[in-house]
């Protein structure tokens, strides 16, 4: 059929509808904004009119600039704001760009990239000394993905009911009755042979969007931590809000290992038998939200710096063991890009743009250059500044066009997704991502959902996910190109502990919320519900990743109590389908029609003829020529090129009787210049708390 003008897009995903249609859903995620009744820096928004307001998080004013801007095209940029917040374009911008790229893209692409031409190869490589080297085997041929009852110690792959030996001599069996296997030689270690299942292309086979499916899962709370899912840890310290607070107060308690409990938590939280279940589950992707002082920490932050890093690297090789794919998104960055905890402290938005693009071309082929930054305050114009300074820098490494680098990921800024149409076309590989959900729209969200069981499963409102999001995803895979839903739930309420941070208990929900936050009482007919919301949502939104994998217990119940957020509960406790493929047809048996996409993308949108030809950029400079509530970016302070490259190390093997190329971490050898750093006299404001200041004088420019 005729691909979806961008006028169908007006009516379709993202655009919440009034409260009293009940149909209003798209909202920020994880955020307290929307049910705090004293109004805040994140609770100053409200629930967006369908008929005049497009963009969920826009108060009117600015959307009416936004459109303006739209309509106007990308070579127009619209003037700046008066002058209240201090917008840091070098700090926050540049020096994060420049950092990260050549800390994580460099790194990664000398020890996933070029290692898989592993026949031509330098350093010794076999079983891992360090958490970052892999896993070991386990027992058990391919044999089509079935079990086999004769294990072996120094087998290398297996299927269905074979035996894995972890790292730390515990064993588990691998359950997996989609025919998927599992591959881990120690004399071949960055092998890509594995499979998850059967109709997912292993890890050495190209990835077809549009024709192959993204079942995926988040695993958030794991190297960013959030209260509602790791509640233990901030019930510890009472008054902790955010990473930063309980970093702080960790770090204060001596007595129980300081920061260590930090790097404790990344060690156990998610562990080898997760990422085998997820496969075993029949999904095929995770995304890995990662912080910024994986790489770094900017003067004066508390975080754990460089720490996790060895336990992203050990991940990513459970997943290469298992056939996993991984979209690797930038969850924090320095000043926080939209002021929820999740950015690692609350409050104030003091990030103009961040970014960060690793080269993952088998294990990663994704990466997300920033978690959900806030457009409405930053700016279309200076985002776009920073994605298209982005997607040239990192493009500049790995080369244009189909299989050279991952796909460049950006989020949709809770402007809606018809507001991204036409967006740097031409560009080489860009993804739009968004975050539809339920629980922060502000209303009762009480309608029934333990309606009985089979097709009257989940009451009105698997009809509702269908009507509100299939249409939006469709059209926006034909007009904009390969569209993904990077977070959605089970939460058709707000009902969880800690959801909504720790400050607050309060929630928009019409009904009694410890119903919801014990699913030990859960009848068959809520969790049959709860089934079929889940299954209406992956069929609507086609590629997805649920938030998020698993939800720790809380220390004072014992039990999760956000359990409408935990996949892996609900894998244990029936209200998720043990089948993501089983949802394909929900929308359609429930009479729900609208754009249908048909799989083909234009050449260009997934790296074919066209790709890396934008068009129209000269309104979009870098740095920005202005930035929000700052003015003119040339009036700011300005960095150094001449301080030290922050890399990070490889994975490390030892007693190979193969060689594997591990790489030395560096791309370009005649490559020499430094990392940006401060100028000796010049003044520079704190990154997380420069709203409100003045600009300092223009030094260095």
Not at 195 to 220: A, E, H, I, M
Not at 242 to 261: C, I, N, P, Y
């Amino acid at each position: 059929m005729d691909r979806p003008s961008a006028s169908t897009l007006n009516t379709a995903l993202n655009i919440p509808l009034p409260h009293d249609t009940q149909d209003g859903f798209l909202d920020p995620p994880r955020a307290s904004f929307l049910a705090s009744e004293q109004p805040s820096i994140r609770d100053s928004y409200t629930p967006s009119n369908a008929g005049t307001n497009s963009s969920p998080l826009l108060p009117i004013a600015d959307k009416e600039e936004s459109n303006q801007f739209a309509a106007a095209g990308e070579t127009s940029v619209p003037p700046s704001k008066p002058k209240k917040r201090l917008g840091l374009w070098l700090l926050v911008g540049f020096v994060v760009l420049a950092i990260v790229v050549l800390a994580i893209i460099l790194p990664v692409y000398f020890t996933v990239i070029k290692p898989k031409q592993h026949n031509s190869s330098t350093t010794t490589g076999s079983s891992s000394s360090s958490p970052g080297s892999g896993s070991g085997a386990g027992s058990g041929p391919v044999s089509g993905g079935t079990g086999n009852t004769t294990p072996s110690t120094d087998a290398t792959t297996g299927g269905d009911g074979s035996k894995i030996t972890t790292d730390d001599g515990s064993t588990f069996t691998y359950k997996n009755s989609f025919g998927g296997f599992w591959v881990s030689d120690p004399n071949d270690p960055f092998n890509n042979n594995a499979q998850p299942n059967s109709w997912t292309p292993p890890l050495n086979q190209s990835w077809t969007w549009g024709k192959d499916r993204v079942f995926g899962v988040n695993l958030g709370g794991l190297f960013v931590l959030e209260p509602f899912i790791s509640p233990a840890l901030y019930q510890k310290y009472p008054g902790t809000t955010d990473e930063w607070s309980l970093s702080l107060a960790m770090a204060a308690d001596t007595a129980s290992g300081g920061l260590k409990q930090l790097e404790d938590h990344y060690n156990t939280f998610v562990t080898e038998k997760d990422i085998a279940q997820i496969a075993g589950a029949g999904l095929n992707w995770i995304r890995l939200p990662i912080p910024f002082w994986a790489v770094d920490t900017w003067p004066g932050e508390p975080f754990l710096a460089k720490t996790s890093w060895k336990y992203i690297v050990r991940l990513l090789g459970w997943c290469r063991k298992y056939g996993i794919r991984v979209n690797l998104d930038l969850h924090t960055v320095p000043g926080s890009q939209n002021g929820y905890n999740h950015s690692g402290k609350g409050g104030q938005i003091n990030f103009l743009n961040g970014v960060m693009g690793p080269q993952y071309k088998d294990v990663v082929p994704m990466f997300g250059i920033v978690n959900e930054a806030l457009i409405s305050t930053i700016g279309r114009p200076q985002l776009t500044s920073f994605y298209l300074e982005a997607h040239n820098m990192i493009r500049g490494i790995t080369g244009i066009g189909e299989g050279k680098g991952p796909y460049i990921s950006i989020h949709d800024g809770f402007d809606g997704l018809d507001s991204w149409v036409g967006f740097l076309s031409g560009s080489d590989r860009i993804a739009l991502d968004t975050h539809p959900y339920f629980a922060f729209n502000g209303g009762a969200n009480d309608d029934p959902i333990d309606t009985g069981s089979g097709a009257t499963a989940g009451g009105v409102w698997p009809q509702r996910v269908c009507q509100g999001w299939a249409g939006g995803i469709n059209a926006s895979r034909a007009a904009f190109g390969v569209t993904i839903a990077g977070e959605f739930s089970n939460g058709f309420n707000d009902c969880g502990l800690f959801l909504k941070g720790t400050a607050t208990d309060a929630t928009t929900y019409g009904g009694d919320c410890s119903v919801w936050r014990d699913a030990s009482t859960w009848s068959p007919a809520v969790k049959a519900g709860l089934q079929r919301f889940a299954m209406s949502s992956m069929d609507a939104l086609q590629d997805f990743f649920f938030w998020t994998w698993k939800i720790g217990n809380s220390s004072v119940s014992g039990r999760v109590e956000a359990p409408l957020w935990s996949y892996q509960l609900g894998l244990e406790n029936g209200f998720m389908p043990t089948d993501p493929r089983s949802a394909s047809g929900v929308c359609q048996a429930l009479g729900v029609s609208g754009p249908v996409f048909d799989g083909t993308f234009e050449p260009w949108q997934t790296g074919g003829v066209g790709a890396g030809t934008i068009v129209a950029t000269a309104g979009f400079p870098w740095p920005p020529a202005t930035i929000s509530g700052a003015g003119l970016a040339a009036s700011l302070p300005t960095y150094t090129p001449t301080g030290t490259i922050a890399t990070l190390p490889p994975p490390t093997f030892t007693g190979a009787t193969k060689t594997a190329d591990v790489g030395n971490g560096w791309f370009n050898a005649q490559d020499t210049t430094g990392a940006p750093t401060t100028i000796a006299g010049c003044t520079y404001p704190d990154g997380w708390n420069a709203q409100d200041v003045a600009a300092p004088v223009a030094c260095g420019v």
